[in-house]
């Protein structure tokens, strides 16, 4: 049971590049989310969604776009990355419970 | 506007100490509230919770209080140990698997052996 695994750790973009940051989940939870983390802003939530099929904004979503095909993989589009894109992006799924389990993180530099 | 908020950048203790972490929160609505701890390089990992019909949780050395009246809540670790040095968050949501948690900025607590 790997829990929320992330790809890549690392990466650099230029500017305008896109890419996307992929994120699974083997614990069959419906609800998962994407946050970035940013120094003095805490964790702000970028995306979510409920269910395979379902997805909605949160409270910094611009710049950003997701899917959810499947229950068990969210991934995180940039579609022209920008310097401000410069975060450490976690994603995060539960179940039934109210607990959630965060992956380990993708660091992202926007050159 | 931030929903949830934790005015202590940085703490330190001594080992063996205790650590008292705060955090205050604005909506009235939110019922449920949890605490994550994170590691440099790591993502957060759960902590502790409380819901709003209890005013205490305590889990080992972990004790979250509650004070709805004062919408703050604060984490005690009793005794602090050098392994408890990460960066704390504490999160509010309404109950409910479709509601989304408000995180606060995160404390940085610093145990010295």
């Known amino acids: 049971n790997a829990g929320v695994t992330q790809t890549p750790k690392f990466q650099v973009l230029k500017t305008g590049q896109s890419m996307t940051l992929q994120c699974a989940q083997d614990?069959?939870?419906?609800?998962m989310s994407w946050y970035r983390q940013d120094p003095g802003m805490g964790l702000r939530l970028i995306h979510y969604?409920?269910?395979?099929?379902?997805?909605d904004q949160g409270e910094v979503p611009n710049g950003y776009n997701v899917s959810r095909s499947t229950t068990e993989d969210f991934p995180l589009r940039l579609l022209s990355a920008a310097p401000s894109q410069t975060s450490v992006y976690f994603c995060?799924?539960?179940?039934?419970?109210?607990?959630?389990?965060f992956g380990p993180g993708t660091r992202l530099l926007v050159l | 506007d931030q929903q949830v908020k934790q005015n202590s950048p940085s703490l330190s203790v001594q080992e063996g100490r205790i650590s008292i972490l705060n955090c205050d929160y604005t909506?009235?609505?939110?019922?449920?509230f949890l605490w994550y701890k994170k590691y440099p390089a790591e993502g957060p990992t759960f902590l502790i919770s409380?819901?709003?019909?209890?005013d205490k949780n305590e889990d080992g050395r972990f004790t979250v209080f509650l004070n709805k009246s004062a919408k703050h809540l604060s984490l005690h670790i009793v005794p602090s140990q050098p392994g408890d040095s990460a960066v704390y968050f504490c999160?509010?949501?309404?109950?409910?698997?479709?509601?989304?948690?408000?995180f606060g900025t995160g404390t940085s607590l610093t145990v010295i052996p």
């Open positions: 409380i819901s709003s019909i209890k």
């Open positions: 909506n009235s609505m939110f019922d449920y």
């Open positions: 614990m069959n939870h419906e609800y």
């Open positions: 995060a799924s539960r179940g039934g419970k109210e607990t959630q389990y």
């Open positions: 969604s409920v269910g395979a099929g379902i997805t």
């Open positions: 999160a509010a949501s309404e109950m409910g698997p479709g509601n989304q948690f408000y």
